[in-house]
T-cell receptor
Framework: AQKVTQAQTEISVVEKEDVTLDCVYE???????LFWYKQPPSGELVFLIR??????QNEISGRYSWNFQKSTSSFNFTITASQVVDSAVYFC???????????FGTGTRLKVLA | SQTIHQWPATLVQPVGSPLSLECTVE??????LYWYRQAAGRGLQLLFY??????ISSEVPQNLSASRPQDRQFILSSKKLLLSDSGFYLC??????????????FGQGTRLTVV
């Protein structure tokens, strides 16, 4: 069965600090896809990144970076030099090939304090 | 470009009243469509998804139903709302390319309060 665990319910950091959001997933499939979404206070989910199970390369996009490790079934998200605008709820999600379903974790609320 | 429209943005309904939330997608054909619910301070729960007209898969037995009368239209309904139906409802779409799951794109959501 598919499962995504985001153990960190809420994190507070001071602006300019680095912060890592953890995501651990469970799947029996060898082909699957992992995602991160940002939910600002407005409520709409904003897509950040998609990763497939065959690509373990880490990715960097500006202040955002993602660390995918199949050995530990983790797909962690790091924000470098955090800003107040990064304050939001962040969701990790998993989709097994051919299932059409996206299973989300419970989210991590990030508060960046000025 | 593709866009997704979801309405209404906010809804307050009495217990026992019916519900109809509508979602439409533009700019793509044969999308996969989804309804998720987010209870206050909690994660996203998949309610229904559809891979084609008239094809509905239900994930959680509940007081709700879904229909897909047209390729890019997805409707969430209830005959009689319960207090526990309160929450934030999100519609989403995705496409499948040669067996791979693309990312899902979400509407702006409907905040439903049952009183």
């Amino acid at each position: 069965a598919q499962k995504v665990t985001q153990a960190q319910t809420e994190i507070s950091v001071v602006e300019k600090e680095d912060v890592t959001l953890d995501c651990v997933y469970e799947t029996r499939d060898t082909t699957y896809y992992l995602f991160w979404y940002k939910q600002p206070p407005s409520g709409e989910l904003v897509f950040l990144i998609r990763r497939n199970s065959f690509d373990e390369q880490n990715e960097i996009s500006g202040r955002y970076s993602w660390n995918f490790q199949k050995s530990t079934s983790s797909f962690n998200f790091t924000i470098t030099a955090s800003q107040v605008v990064d304050s939001a709820v962040y969701f990790c999600a998993l989709s097994e090939a051919g299932t059409y379903k996206y299973i989300f974790g419970t989210g991590t609320r990030l508060k960046v304090l000025a | 470009s593709q866009t997704i429209h979801q309405w209404p943005a906010t809804l307050v309904q009495p217990v026992g009243s019916p519900l109809s939330l509508e979602c439409t997608v533009e700019g793509t054909s044969n999308p996969n469509l989804y309804w998720y619910r987010q209870a206050a301070g909690r994660g996203l729960q998949l309610l229904f998804y559809s891979v084609g007209i008239g094809q509905i898969s239900s994930e959680v037995p509940q007081n709700l139903s879904a229909s897909r009368p047209q390729d890019r239209q997805f409707i969430l309904s209830s005959k009689k709302l319960l207090l526990s139906d309160s929450g934030f409802y999100l519609c989403a779409w995705s496409v499948t390319r040669t067996g791979s799951s693309t990312e899902a794109f979400f509407g702006q959501g409907t905040r439903l309060t049952v009183v």
